[in-house]
């Protein structure tokens, strides 16, 4: 198995609640490191940035809004297959349909407010990263 890393973002809505501490301790019990960390306040820019892929879809300028709204902590994690791991760990997108035991489940209240974001991918990981951290930010 190869170690990872893997971007993370606590979303508004889990900083609102004071939810921080609660999720890491998830995120660490599955054995991820958490080896960058900071709460920032996400610009209109850098959101409407970061979920440019989304561009087209009737629910961006609401993602966009919902993600400017408060603060966020964007994470980088590593571990073994840190990306497939981080996303068992969250569960579905919708909290309904989420396992027992995942973030989704125990924290969010509904889907558009579901906690927190994982990348998708090894090669976004490190797209992902690099919107938010430079390589000193990083301690592995």
Do not use: C, W
Not at 30 to 36: D, H, K, Q, T, W
């Amino acid at each position: 198995m190869a170690t990872e890393r893997t971007f993370s973002i606590l979303k508004p809505d889990a900083t609102k609640r004071n939810l921080t501490g609660a999720v890491n301790a998830v995120i660490e019990k599955a054995g991820l490191r958490i080896v960058g960390q900071r709460r920032i306040q996400m610009s209109q820019a850098q959101a409407e940035t970061f979920y440019a892929i989304h561009k087209e879809r009737p629910f961006f300028g609401e993602l966009v809004t919902f993600m400017t709204s408060g603060p966020v902590v964007v994470q980088v994690l590593e571990g073994e297959n840190a990306v497939a791991k981080y996303r068992e760990v969250m569960g579905a997108t919708n909290p309904a349909q989420a396992a027992e035991g995942t973030i989704r489940k125990t924290f969010s209240e509904s889907v558009g407010e579901n906690t927190v974001h994982g990348s998708d991918s090894v090669e976004n990981a490190k797209i992902e990263i690099a919107q938010f951290f430079q390589d000193g930010d990083i301690v592995g």
